[in-house]
């Protein structure tokens, strides 16, 4: 098992990519800590994501909190510390993208994203990075930044800036944390079929414009992102760090 004896911190898993690598990290041995909302619908998906590990032979346990708040971090790392005893892993998940046009962008709008899917990810960051610096026995921070940290989007002017934010993050913590042996990587995941574009691809002529670009031939589903996830906090990528990979059937390279 890859991930045995590692304890993992996933924010966003109650659903979609995140409680995929949740799943797929207790499936390779790790002890899961499943970071959701704590909204009530957040709470009862990671209860639910709880027993199906659980029914497998796994272990997680689940901490609340909302993404953008800057102390959701330390209350993740506490809640890891005191279930299973460390953090060797953080997996940085949790974003929004609600699609919106440019010109008229609600302020709200803007400074909801930008604190959900960037501002609230470098204190997270930051308070895994100084768990895993104390324990001494070094780490993997990975980012789910986005195909979307290297090209645009008219309807996601205020979603790709935190994208690139992201990926350029995990840049400058793998220089500032390799030296504590704290790896800090990105997946960039294309098009995956989430509720976070579930409202977007319900237009057909989008859904097969988005599929006919990706020379793959389909969207990626949460799984897909899984296998990258686990790799990227395994031992088998120790000499990774600063990397980001596109996980996205192809869709980038895709010009003509
Ligand atoms: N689905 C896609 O095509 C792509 C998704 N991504 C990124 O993947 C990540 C996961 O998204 P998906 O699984 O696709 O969507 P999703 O909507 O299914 O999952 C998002 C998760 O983030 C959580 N979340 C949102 N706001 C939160 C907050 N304020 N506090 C705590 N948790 C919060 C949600 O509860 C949910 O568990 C996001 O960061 C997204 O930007 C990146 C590239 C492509
Ligand atoms: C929400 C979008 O459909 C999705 O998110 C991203 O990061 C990419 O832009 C995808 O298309």
Known sequence: MLLADKTVIITGASRGIGRAAARECARQGARVVIGHSGSGQGTEAAYSLIEEIKAFGGQAVEVGGDAADPDTGDKLVAGAVQAFGSVDVFVNNAGICPFHSFLDMPR??????????????????QAAANQMKNQGRGGAIIAVSSISALVGGGMQTHYTPTKAGLHSLMQSCAIALGPYGIRCNSVLPGTIATDINKEDLADEEKLAYMTSRTPLGRLGEPDDVAGPIVFLASDMARYVTGASLLVDGGLFVNLQ
Do not use: S
Request: proline share 0%; no cysteine.
């Open 108 to 125: 709200e709008v803007y400074l909801k994203t930008v604190n959900t899917n960037l501002n609230g990810a470098y204190f997270a960051v």
